[in-house]
């Protein structure tokens, strides 16, 4: 026997238990002590199994660090046959996270019991893939295809209330699940219960598969694997069980050889990489108990919200008394949005907003807390005025943070006494919803003063990035870079509707032009003014196009138009009538002859800008690694998860043609696409960033 799965007989039942931490994934050595304990269980005589697992969780998928490694038997599928064919009563007790493969053992046994806390789940399409081991066969016999499909196409998790609603849990018991295992599998014993394949059951009624598969393929905005996961539903109805598993294992191999299961689980391993920082190793982060916020606008308000979420208590401080009860309106009405969705009961908003939050006018009140976020106005002036007060207020190890977008830290840091204490928090608007959290490390910030920062992170349920100092840190430095791509291209012949539609059918959510009308076009216009005032380098192509949209007031979403002419109650625009004569006598006026681009033309300037840009940023250590660039423009900027990033991405359609082409587009404007050179360095050593991924891991 495996030690990966303990055997032990209690009576006469015989019990599986899991041994693989951290979260009892079905590796080589389980699935083989799975086989192993059931066949042991069968020669010794017991006449029930019982399976669970050990530690914090039921078995909770496949091992998904195998993937891409030639398979080894004992397959899963086969290992959940196997365990379904025992003559044996077969119960399984699930605790913690019983998800994909973990699910589908359960669902190989005969009956199923679990602790309350419990949550099972199919979240195969969530790394690329689908169930492949009877999860579209065996749910839909037991939940009806409607419920099979919403499970398997949402991967979401699943309370074990409501899978024993649904069918899927027989018993949800308090208890150990070895104690709750045990008395189920004692009782069914005693009353003689048989055992129950769900392979047996009758396959449901088939629906309109195809409509069904369109309508997901449309709602996966170019993922394949939820549309595909419907057709091994389809399978389940139509095909005999075993001609349905063998229907559920080619598409499931299908998806296994996919870039976009490639790119999710880039994803999913690089999400819980880019907190792993080696300088935050053994480092302790500071007490986080209250938090003050500065500023009580639209971020401040998020970030206070955020706060207050995660059982902070928060101290609001604005100008005036009229100011701050304004932003406890709006910190109000963001915990209303949790409150109307359940996750708040009116108690404890009313805690939240009484207790917890304390407003204040007054910069003695941030005497006590731990750490202070400013988010008032981005102008250099106003923030060393803030800081040099904080400096002055808050006890001492506080921690002063700024929420500036692109401001220098440093330069904040220097008007202080303190500036070991002092580091960027960049949350992303809405701030109580945007998931990104960038941890802007300034060259005095003390080690334990960023560790804090991604625990607060951690708290805020954010997804930290650590970034250096620059101009837009990393996202909004790349961001700038493939607009600007996208601006020549408007100059060049193409238009904002076709650059949007190329890039939504890319896979983003919205194009830059529509997220540019939802953010504000008078933010692009402030930023271009303030570049300009800078000094911008002559070599750079400039367009007029954008400022005069602003000047004839078209803010987009804000003002009901911009680049889109927005009805009310409409998300959608429809394109503007006055911007396409501004693009055209922009044109005329730089004497350019506009040329058409195809879509995929589109695409790949657009993402050759932003990967450029990103290998800037990595190779000038703003960010650690090129994972960190990716979890970035995955999290911030609604980059397509499945494409697992723009430098997974970038990996996958190959470095050198990237290079080639950029080496090309430079015979006409040299200045913009000037190669980054550690793009020029990974191509000529014939490397990539996953390479790079490895060797700062
Ligand atoms: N395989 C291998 N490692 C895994 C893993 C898995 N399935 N799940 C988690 N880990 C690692 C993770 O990388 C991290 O490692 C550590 O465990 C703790 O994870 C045929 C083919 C279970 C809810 O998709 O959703 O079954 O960073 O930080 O927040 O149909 O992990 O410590 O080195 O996330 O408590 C289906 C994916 C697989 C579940 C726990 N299952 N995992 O969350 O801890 S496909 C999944 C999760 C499949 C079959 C198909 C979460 C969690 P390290 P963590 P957590």
Redesign the pocket.
Known sequence: MSEAIGYERVGDIAILAANNP??N??GHDVRNGLVDGIARAEADGAKAVLIYGEG??YF??????EFGKPPTQPF??DVCTRIEASPLIVVSALHG?A????L?IALGSHFRIAVPTARVG???V??G?????G?TQRLPRLVGVDVAVDVITSGRQIGAKEALAMGVLDRVVEGTPREIGLAYAQELLDSGAERRAISEMPAPEAVDFDALYNMVLQKGRGQIAPALAVRGVQACCELPFEEGMKREREL?MELMASDQRQGMIHA??SE??VG?LPELKGVAPRNLNAVGVIGGGTMGAGIATAALLSGLSVVMLEMTAEAAEAARGRIESNLGGALKRGKLSQAQFEDLTTKALTLATDYAALGDVDLVIEAVFEDMGVKKQVFTQLDAVCKPGAILASNTSYLDINEIAACTKRPADVIGLHFFSPAHVMKLLEVVVADKTAADVVATGFALGNRLKKTSVRAGVCDGFIGNRILSTYRTCADHMILDGATPYQIDKALTDFGFAMGPYAVADLAGLDIGWAVRKRKRAEGVDPRARDFTYADKLCEDGHFGQKTGTGYYVYQAGKRAGVPNPDVMPLIEADRAAQGLTPRDFSDDEIVRRYMAAMVNEAAKVVGEGIARRPLDVDVTLLYGYGFPRYRGGPLKWADMVGLPGLLSDMQDWAKEDGYFWQPAPLLEELVAEGRTFDDLNKETA
Do not use: C, H, N, S
């Open positions: 951290p979260v994934a079905l914090k969780t909770a998928g496949a091992d998904i660090r899963l599928p996270t998800l994909g493969g973990g589908e199919l979240p195969e969530l790394i893939v689908m169930p492949g081991a999860g499931f999913f391993f819980r990489a792993k």
